[in-house]
Structures are given as structure tokens and as C-alpha cells.
């Protein structure tokens, strides 16, 4: 039963095994095609989300493969990132050295405080001009700060370049991008430009994703060879090879690159980290948030959520009961991350918001969300990474707490926040705000994961409830269809949970609430109080203006 669920998903994913290797050691590439066994160009837009009205028709192709016939579901999404080191800036003003990764692609998207995951229309695009250190933060060069942002409107791969030899030949014709990159610019853009947290990812149910993760070295700490990896913590991946554990797949070296490939599993919160020595990378600051759409933000508006739900019971990834197998309904499938609601409510597609689940009831729409990182840093430990080995793990004590890369009141600071480092650019080091704006009686989505290395931490909501409705990327549902949801005004999380939180502002006058840790010494930066986990919550009287991350009341 337990191999069951996963071998579609395996037969799939074993189709990329050889296509997604670097194509040569110790070189830069990346990797993000047009068209897919699983997403053919031929039947399907592969740069847009298709609307879900049931599982994709698959049938044996000519080479033993299952190929799809018709309703293709999901997109390919392409990434970028770079694994070396920076600085960020804590809410004291000391500058703190991490290791860390960075963006090399959605560099625009990323810098507005969104995730960096594209289209491969966008992903796949030429720079006009000439990549600085710090873009987008210093484009022009002119001035001791940052740019703004609407000067820099760039998504594409950084260094990504035709191939010359192949257009002269006349093996294919400009711009023939077919993953060769240009080096100088992704070591101009990608050195000591580390993010905290790292770059964020967000994809869809049925997604296709290719991430590529580029280690540029680290300036300040020549002496080591850091490999990296990414391993996606919690997420189902049907292949270790993609896993990022450097045991069962591969680290990648100082100048080269490697393609992870994922097909987006359940919906969900989940994080991401470098695996290699964990304890040392984690609390350096290789950790990031990615987190999975459900298919139910895809059903057409006015459609039953109920049977659309009843749809995905047909579809061999996330069916949690199918005729004729020995699992006559949902309730029998211990493997079941989605079952139907014990109660046909009627609830229908509605023409606002979107859901953080499969529920079936539409018990977990929202109207705005919000990424929620927290994690610490000792002090001490960062500034012995940044200068001489070994580090002190068994003292390892945060000081410095963080939401989103930041303590308050840096929380409450909209815009990126923009860090100077060795290289004497500007860098946006830290681009996620953690200000909540909620609409006057609307539904905030927080998708809360605990990146912290040696501390369980504390957020507590007083004046607007907050209903937890997911855990580990797990809808709060039991196997007969029962919500499970509760509400409580304080969640507690371990390192390497996620909560998905929603507050309701219905009822609750408009005006500023506080997100906040009851844990009072987690209310400082190092040596100095009142700071550390905090934000606000701005409910709004006449609005907001966006669905998520930089919005800001009207």
C-alpha cells in the first residue's frame, strides 16, 4: 500500500534521472525546458496554471512511458539560486555573516518579497544590459543605498546566454537557449548576495519544477570547499536522488551546478535547507520556505467543491481510495492526505480568494497570505564561521530571533531591506516584510514554518482568533472526513514543523493587533529588549491592495 501511491509519481520523475545531471563537471548551467514527456507544448500552455476539472488522461507510449492524451494539469516552473555567503542586518544594526543561498533568477519577483519560481517564458529570457554585483539593489551603481525596484523588472536566469557555437553551425538558430550559461554574470550577481531567508518557492499540484542550484563558493571563508544541496524537508519526493541527503544523492562543488526535478506532491507548507553538515548550514542560515497551491484554487468559480474533491479520488497520485484495489472509500487509506469532508456543505468555487487545501468544504479559503519564517541566530557561532573553524555547537544559544530573516522592528519595515557587504554593493538581503494587512472582515492565510536549530518558539494572536488548519503540510482531517481544526490564541513549534494558521478578521474592529512570541527573553536582539518576534496585524477598513506578501491597507 505505502509503494502504491508513489510509483506514478516515480514513473514520472524517472524520466528526468539523466536529463537533469550537469551536463559537464565544474561547470555553470541551468535547466528549464518549454516542453515535457509529462507536460507536452503540443497539448498544453506549460507557461499558465490550466483550470482542474479532472486527472489527466495518460496512455502508454511508444517507448513503454505513460504519456498524456488529453486534460493536462499543471505547468513547469524554473528556479535559480546560488549557494555561497552574505550578511543581513539584525535589528540592533549589527551585521551578521550567514551562509546562505541567494537569488540567481526572479531577482525582480524576489526583491518585491515573492517567491522566485517562473514560467519558463520568464525564466527563459535574455538580459538587455549588464548584471552588477547586488542587482537588484545597486543597478546604477549611483549612491550609498539601494535602488527602487521599479527600475529593475528582470525575471529571467541570471547568465543565461545562447550558444554561440551551435547558432554558427546552424544546428539551431538565435536565440538557441538550451541551458548554457555565461559564468562572469552569475559570479557577479551571485556572490555574496545570500538572502535570510533563503529565496522563497512556490509552485502548484501537478507542477512540474526545475531547480537549479549554482555553488558560487564563499568570499569570506576561502579556506573551505562547502558542498551543498537542497533537500526539501517533509516533502513526499519519489526519488532519493532528488532528496538533497548527500548519502543517497549528490552534493554539488564550488563551480558547479545541478538541476533538482520535483512534480509537485500535496499541497502544503514545507521548508528547504542545505543538508550537508545541518546543524553548521541551519543555523548559518541555508533555510527557506516552499510551499505547494492546491488544485482547488484551479476548480471554475461556481463549481461544487465537494465533487471536485470527489474528482482527485480518480487521479492514482493523491486517490485515497479507488475501486476494485481493496479500499472501497476514503475512510479505509491510511495514506490519505485529502479525504472527503464527512458532509456535503455545498460549498462551491467562490469568485474571491483561494484555499491553502483540498478541503471539499471550502473551509480554508483565505483572502490574503503570508509566508511566516522564524528562525534564530547565535551570534557568537556566526561570527566564528565568518573567521575560524570549529564552531562551538554543544554552546549554541540564539539571540537573535527572527520572522522572515528579521527582528522588530525591522518586521514592521516595508520593502526589502538592504544590507552593504565585503564586495562594497548594496545587496536586498533580507526581502521578506512580516506586516499582516487584512481585510476589514477578510481571512489571512499564515504559512508558518520553524526554521530554528535549537529553540521550540512561541506565537501568540490576542484580539483575533487563529484556527490551525494544517500541520507538517497535512489538512487537520481525519480518515471519516471530520475537521479537525482548532482555534487558540498561541501555536508552539519545534524546529522543522509548519503550521498553516488562518485569522479571522470577521467581527474584529479595524485598527493594529500584535503578532508576537510570550517567550520574553525571545522578545530581543541580543543584548538589547523589545525586540525579536513581533509584528503587526493591520485590519483594514477599507481594504487592501494585493492578495499577498507587500500589500498595504487602503
Given at each position: 500500500?505505502a509503494?502504491?501511491?508513489?510509483?506514478?509519481?516515480?514513473?514520472l520523475?524517472?524520466?528526468?534521472?539523466?536529463?537533469?545531471?550537469?551536463a559537464a563537471?565544474?561547470?555553470?548551467q541551468?535547466?528549464?525546458?518549454?516542453?515535457?514527456?509529462?507536460?507536452?507544448?503540443?497539448?498544453?500552455?506549460?507557461?499558465?496554471?490550466?483550470?482542474?476539472?479532472?486527472?489527466?488522461?495518460?496512455?502508454?507510449?511508444?517507448?513503454?512511458?505513460?504519456?498524456?492524451?488529453a486534460?493536462?494539469?499543471?505547468?513547469?516552473?524554473?528556479?535559480?539560486?546560488?549557494?555561497?555567503?552574505?550578511?543581513?542586518?539584525?535589528?540592533?544594526?549589527?551585521?551578521?555573516?550567514?551562509?546562505?543561498?541567494g537569488p540567481?533568477?526572479?531577482?525582480?519577483?524576489?526583491?518585491?518579497?515573492?517567491p522566485?519560481?517562473e514560467?519558463?517564458?520568464?525564466?527563459?529570457?535574455?538580459?538587455?544590459?549588464?548584471?552588477?554585483?547586488?542587482?537588484?539593489?545597486?543597478?546604477?551603481?549611483a549612491?550609498?543605498?539601494?535602488?527602487?525596484?521599479?527600475?529593475?523588472?528582470?525575471?529571467?536566469?541570471?547568465?543565461?546566454?545562447?550558444?554561440?557555437?551551435?547558432?554558427?553551425?546552424?544546428?539551431?538558430?538565435?536565440?538557441?537557449?538550451?541551458?548554457?550559461?555565461?559564468?562572469r554574470?552569475?559570479?557577479?550577481?551571485?556572490?555574496?548576495?545570500?538572502?535570510m531567508?533563503?529565496?522563497?518557492?512556490?509552485?502548484?499540484?501537478?507542477?512540474?519544477?526545475?531547480?537549479?542550484?549554482?555553488?558560487?563558493?564563499?568570499?569570506?571563508?576561502?579556506?573551505?570547499?562547502?558542498?551543498h544541496?537542497?533537500?526539501?524537508?517533509?516533502?513526499p519526493n519519489?526519488?532519493?536522488?532528488?532528496?538533497?541527503?548527500?548519502?543517497?544523492?549528490?552534493?554539488?562543488?564550488?563551480?558547479?551546478?545541478?538541476?533538482?526535478?520535483?512534480?509537485?506532491?500535496?499541497?502544503?507548507?514545507?521548508?528547504?535547507?542545505?543538508?550537508?553538515?545541518?546543524?553548521?548550514?541551519?543555523?548559518?542560515?541555508?533555510?527557506g520556505q516552499?510551499?505547494?497551491?492546491?488544485?482547488?484554487?484551479?476548480?471554475?468559480?461556481?463549481?461544487?467543491?465537494?465533487?471536485?474533491?470527489?474528482?482527485?479520488?480518480?487521479?492514482?497520485?493523491?486517490?485515497?481510495?479507488?475501486?476494485?484495489?481493496?479500499?472501497?472509500?476514503?475512510?479505509?487509506e491510511?495514506?490519505?492526505?485529502?479525504?472527503?469532508?464527512?458532509?456535503?456543505?455545498?460549498?462551491?468555487?467562490?469568485?474571491?480568494?483561494?484555499?491553502?487545501?483540498?478541503?471539499?468544504?471550502g473551509?480554508?479559503?483565505?483572502?490574503?497570505e503570508?509566508?511566516?519564517?522564524?528562525?534564530g541566530?547565535d551570534p557568537?557561532?556566526?561570527?566564528?564561521?565568518?573567521?575560524?573553524n570549529?564552531?562551538?555547537?554543544?554552546?549554541?544559544?540564539?539571540?537573535?530571533?527572527?520572522?522572515?530573516?528579521?527582528?522588530?522592528?525591522?518586521?514592521?519595515?516595508?520593502?526589502?531591506?538592504?544590507?552593504?557587504?565585503?564586495?562594497?554593493?548594496m545587496?536586498?538581503?533580507?526581502?521578506?516584510?512580516?506586516?499582516?494587512?487584512?481585510?476589514a472582515?477578510?481571512?489571512?492565510?499564515?504559512?508558518?514554518?520553524?526554521?530554528?536549530?535549537?529553540?521550540?518558539?512561541?506565537?501568540?494572536?490576542?484580539?483575533?482568533?487563529?484556527?490551525?488548519?494544517?500541520?507538517?503540510?497535512?489538512?487537520?482531517r481525519?480518515?471519516?472526513?471530520?475537521?479537525?481544526?482548532?482555534?487558540?490564541?498561541?501555536?508552539?513549534?519545534a524546529?522543522?514543523?509548519?503550521?498553516?494558521?488562518?485569522?479571522?478578521?470577521?467581527?474584529?474592529?479595524?485598527?493594529?493587533?500584535?503578532?508576537?512570541?510570550p517567550?520574553?527573553?525571545?522578545?530581543?536582539?541580543?543584548?538589547?529588549?523589545?525586540?525579536?518576534?513581533?509584528t503587526?496585524?493591520?485590519?483594514?477598513?477599507?481594504?487592501?491592495t494585493?492578495?499577498?506578501?507587500?500589500?498595504?491597507?487602503i
Amino acid at each position: 500500500m505505502a509503494n502504491r501511491k508513489l510509483d506514478a509519481t516515480f514513473a514520472l520523475s524517472v524520466l528526468f534521472f539523466v536529463s537533469a545531471l550537469p551536463a559537464a563537471a565544474q561547470s555553470f548551467q541551468v535547466q528549464c525546458p518549454s516542453s515535457t514527456i509529462t507536460h507536452p507544448s503540443s497539448l498544453t500552455n506549460v507557461n499558465a496554471e490550466p483550470a482542474y476539472s479532472g486527472p489527466t488522461t495518460f496512455t502508454s507510449g511508444p517507448k513503454g512511458y505513460l504519456t498524456p492524451t488529453a486534460n493536462v494539469n499543471g505547468a513547469i516552473k524554473c528556479q535559480q539560486i546560488s549557494g555561497g555567503d552574505g550578511y543581513a542586518t539584525m535589528g540592533d544594526g549589527t551585521q551578521t555573516y550567514l551562509f546562505a543561498f541567494g537569488p540567481l533568477s526572479g531577482l525582480a519577483d524576489i526583491a518585491n518579497g515573492l517567491p522566485g519560481t517562473e514560467f519558463p517564458n520568464a525564466f527563459n529570457t535574455l538580459y538587455g544590459g549588464t548584471l552588477r554585483p547586488g542587482d537588484p539593489a545597486t543597478r546604477d551603481g549611483a549612491g550609498p543605498g539601494p535602488n527602487p525596484l521599479s527600475v529593475f523588472p528582470y525575471n529571467g536566469a541570471v547568465g543565461l546566454a545562447p550558444d554561440l557555437d551551435a547558432i554558427a553551425s546552424g544546428a539551431c538558430t538565435a536565440p538557441c537557449l538550451d541551458g548554457h550559461v555565461d559564468p562572469r554574470p552569475v559570479m557577479d550577481v551571485g556572490v555574496m548576495n545570500g538572502n535570510m531567508p533563503a529565496p522563497l518557492f512556490a509552485i502548484d499540484e501537478d507542477d512540474e519544477f526545475f531547480l537549479t542550484l549554482t555553488n558560487v563558493g564563499q568570499v569570506m571563508r576561502p579556506d573551505l570547499f562547502e558542498q551543498h544541496t537542497v533537500h526539501f524537508h517533509g516533502y513526499p519526493n519519489a526519488s532519493a536522488f532528488y532528496d538533497g541527503v548527500p548519502d543517497a544523492s549528490v552534493a554539488i562543488n564550488i563551480g558547479g551546478s545541478f538541476t533538482y526535478y520535483y512534480l509537485a506532491p500535496d499541497a502544503g507548507t514545507y521548508f528547504w535547507h542545505c543538508h550537508i553538515t545541518p546543524p553548521e548550514h541551519l543555523q548559518m542560515g541555508m533555510v527557506g520556505q516552499i510551499y505547494v497551491r492546491p488544485r482547488q484554487n484551479r476548480v471554475p468559480v461556481g463549481n461544487n467543491l465537494y465533487a471536485a474533491l470527489g474528482l482527485q479520488q480518480t487521479d492514482p497520485r493523491t486517490a485515497c481510495g479507488r475501486s476494485g484495489d481493496g479500499y472501497v472509500n476514503s475512510a479505509n487509506e491510511i495514506l490519505c492526505s485529502n479525504p472527503l469532508p464527512a458532509v456535503n456543505t455545498g460549498a462551491t468555487r467562490a469568485s474571491t480568494g483561494n484555499y491553502a487545501y483540498n478541503d471539499g468544504d471550502g473551509s480554508t479559503r483565505y483572502d490574503v497570505e503570508y509566508p511566516l519564517q522564524i528562525h534564530g541566530f547565535d551570534p557568537n557561532f556566526h561570527f566564528v564561521g565568518m573567521t575560524f573553524n570549529p564552531e562551538g555547537f554543544t554552546d549554541m544559544k540564539d539571540k537573535y530571533f527572527l520572522l522572515n530573516g528579521r527582528s522588530y522592528p525591522d518586521t514592521v519595515t516595508p520593502g526589502p531591506l538592504a544590507t552593504q557587504s565585503t564586495d562594497g554593493s548594496m545587496h536586498y538581503s533580507q526581502p521578506l516584510p512580516s506586516i499582516i494587512n487584512i481585510p476589514a472582515g477578510g481571512r489571512a492565510l499564515l504559512r508558518i514554518a520553524d526554521l530554528d536549530v535549537t529553540e521550540y518558539q512561541t506565537l501568540a494572536s490576542l484580539g483575533i482568533p487563529m484556527t490551525v488548519i494544517g500541520l507538517n503540510a497535512k489538512l487537520l482531517r481525519d480518515q471519516a472526513g471530520n475537521n479537525l481544526y482548532y482555534r487558540t490564541n498561541s501555536i508552539t513549534l519545534a524546529g522543522g514543523e509548519s503550521l498553516d494558521v488562518i485569522l479571522d478578521a470577521a467581527g474584529i474592529p479595524s485598527g493594529t493587533y500584535y503578532l508576537y512570541t510570550p517567550n520574553l527573553d525571545h522578545l530581543s536582539n541580543d543584548a538589547e529588549n523589545f525586540g525579536g518576534l513581533m509584528t503587526e496585524v493591520h485590519v483594514c477598513s477599507g481594504g487592501v491592495t494585493g492578495a499577498t506578501f507587500g500589500n498595504s491597507c487602503i
